[in-house]
């Protein structure tokens, strides 16, 4: 019996519902479930990325704190403050900086994870001496910062007024009682003598009309008194002459340093850590570099020939 037109009909619709039901149980109870594995997969396996970065970096961040209690600054505020503010004016001195003041403020607690100590560092120089002053700040291993510095200029006397805004840091359970007397490693170089040029080139443009005081300081004389040989340095910014003797120490608006020997008509001085040889007429910044060692060689000979 031949199916008619009907039943055939009928056939392909009951062939489409089961076609239509099969992919509805395919994609609700098979594929989607599948897929929304996959998706949960890939968000656990983000979950887990994240969370191992977050251990790696807690550690890290645990070795750095160990490493910054031995910089710490003393866990007693106290004593922080009085230690380092201490510390501060010995920079200074040694950098033969003047008229220094020191202060501080309340320590802020930030993020739970340390303090922060303000001090407010007042005095006044040089270039060459506030060169000196950082060179001692960023190669001591301690956990501070300049976080502001002002440089005004003293009229043209070749002197700054300096102001500096500076934080150290105070790690708690440091149990330290001291300061950091490490050195860092911060510094491109280790030796102060490198930093020289930055006074040497005058950057500020400090001076009577724009000139510059190396230009401006000369060594105008050599004489003696009493048997001792003087060298006379004049600063023609100020007119001011100044008379040293042999390994006497100087200041001036130029720079500061010492005269390591006088000869008959030169005079050779060392300023951080260069020595420089001058002839009378000479300003500072036409000196001669000279190594240490052939200044030493000749000290002798010098000395007798202007007692002669």
Same mark, same amino acid.
């Given at each position: 019996? $031949?199916?008619?037109?009907?039943?055939?009909?009928?056939?392909?619709?009951?062939?489409?519902?089961?076609?239509?039901?099969?992919?509805?149980?395919?994609?609700?109870?098979?594929?989607?479930?599948?897929? /929304?594995?996959?998706?949960?997969?890939?968000?656990?396996?983000? =979950?887990? $990325?994240?969370?191992?970065?977050?251990?790696?970096?807690?550690?890290?961040?645990?070795?750095?704190?160990?490493?910054? $209690?031995?910089?710490?600054?003393?866990?007693?505020?106290?004593?922080?403050?009085?230690?380092?503010?201490?510390?501060?004016?010995?920079?200074?001195?040694?950098?033969?900086?003047?008229?220094?003041?020191?202060?501080?403020?309340?320590?802020? /607690?930030?993020?739970?994870?340390?303090?922060?100590?303000?001090?407010?560092?007042?005095?006044?120089? &040089?270039?060459?001496?506030? &060169?000196?002053?950082?060179?001692?700040?960023?190669? *001591? =291993?301690?956990?501070?910062?300049?976080?502001?510095?002002?440089?005004?200029?003293?009229?043209?006397?070749?002197?700054?007024?300096? *102001?500096?805004?500076?934080?150290?840091?105070?790690?708690?359970?440091?149990?330290?009682?001291?300061?950091?007397?490490?050195?860092?490693?911060?510094?491109?170089?280790?030796?102060?003598?490198?930093?020289?040029?930055?006074?040497?080139?005058?950057?500020?443009?400090?001076?009577?009309? /724009?000139?510059?005081?190396?230009?401006?300081?000369?060594?105008?004389?050599?004489?003696?008194? /009493?048997?001792?040989?003087?060298?006379?340095?004049?600063?023609?910014?100020?007119?001011?002459?100044?008379?040293?003797?042999?390994?006497?120490?100087?200041?001036?608006?130029?720079?500061?340093?010492?005269?390591?020997?006088?000869?008959?008509?030169?005079?050779?001085?060392? &300023?951080?850590?260069?020595?420089? $040889?001058?002839?009378?007429?000479?300003?500072?910044?036409?000196? &001669?570099?000279?190594?240490?060692?052939?200044?030493?060689?000749?000290?002798?000979?010098?000395?007798?020939?202007?007692?002669?």
């Amino acid at each position: 019996m $031949k199916p008619t037109r009907q039943q055939i009909l009928l056939g392909f619709m009951a062939m489409m519902v089961i076609f239509q039901l099969g992919d509805y149980v395919l994609n609700s109870m098979i594929q989607g479930p599948l897929e /929304n594995l996959r998706n949960e997969q890939g968000t656990l396996q983000e =979950d887990i $990325k994240k969370r191992e970065k977050l251990l790696s970096e807690a550690r890290v961040a645990g070795k750095k704190i160990e490493l910054w $209690k031995k910089k710490s600054l003393p866990t007693d505020i106290e004593t922080a403050r009085s230690l380092y503010r201490n510390w501060l004016l010995d920079v200074i001195r040694k950098a033969k900086l003047q008229n220094a003041t020191v202060g501080s403020g309340s320590p802020a /607690n930030r993020y739970g994870l340390y303090r922060a100590m303000p001090f407010d560092l007042k005095t006044r120089g &040089t270039l060459l001496q506030l &060169t000196n002053a950082l060179f001692r700040f960023y190669n *001591s =291993d301690q956990l501070h910062e300049i976080k502001s510095l002002r440089i005004t200029p003293v009229g043209n006397s070749g002197q700054f007024d300096i *102001s500096l805004g500076i934080e150290a840091l105070i790690i708690p359970k440091s149990n330290r009682k001291s300061l950091s007397t490490g050195k860092a490693k911060l510094l491109v170089s280790s030796d102060p003598r490198d930093y020289a040029i930055i006074a040497r080139d005058n950057i500020f443009g400090i001076g009577v009309n /724009n000139q510059d005081p190396m230009k401006m300081t000369i060594l105008s004389a050599v004489t003696s008194r /009493n048997g001792k040989p003087l060298a006379w340095i004049t600063e023609l910014i100020t007119g001011r002459v100044i008379k040293v003797a042999p390994q006497a120490s100087f200041e001036t608006v130029a720079l500061s340093g010492r005269i390591v020997q006088i000869e008959q008509e030169s005079a050779i001085i060392e &300023t951080g850590g260069q020595r420089m $040889k001058l002839t009378i007429g000479q300003s500072f910044a036409q000196g &001669t570099i000279i190594q240490p060692e052939a200044t030493d060689k000749l000290q002798t000979q010098s000395d007798s020939k202007i007692n002669n």
